[in-house]
Nanobody, 124 residues
Framework: QAQLVESGGDSVRSGESLRLSCVGSKRFFNDYGVGWFRQVLGKEREFVATISRGARSTGYDDAVKGRFTISRDNIKSAVYLQMNNLKPEDTATYYC?????????????????WGQGTQVAVSA
């Protein structure tokens, strides 16, 4: 129902920045809590950052605190992940995830819908 579409992934060097976007349906997206998760081949999908309906709450994994910032724009039905000072360990496929309950999304259990992912590669 949220119809999540991610974009913004790219190949960059260590220390550079990227901004990921997640856009959803006009009717439903702004009422959903949204999270960003990332996954590398052979490992579980891991929580990165999240933002609640109305952006009243945000949360980050310790690995990205101080470097990544999540925000949302209800006019555009979009959630953004600004990623600064990227490191090789940030290399992964990044997925947008949505919860119909509107709360923050920090666990796989919270997720009702997934986007298809966008690839981020950070070289040393």
């Amino acid at each position: 129902q949220a119809q999540l579409v991610e974009s913004g992934g790219d190949s960059v060097r260590s220390g550079e920045s990227l901004r990921l976007s997640c856009v959803g349906s006009k009717r439903f997206f702004n009422d959903y809590g949204v999270g960003w998760f990332r996954q590398v081949l052979g490992k579980e999908r891991e929580f990165v950052a999240t933002i609640s309906r109305g952006a009243r709450s945000t949360g980050y994994d310790d690995a990205v605190k101080g470097r990544f910032t999540i925000s949302r724009d209800n006019i555009k039905s979009a959630v953004y992940l600004q990623m600064n000072n990227l490191k090789p360990e940030d290399t992964a496929t990044y997925y947008c995830a949505a919860s119909k309950w509107g709360t923050t999304v920090t666990n796989l259990y919270d997720v009702d819908e997934w986007g298809q992912g966008t690839q981020v590669a950070v070289s040393a």
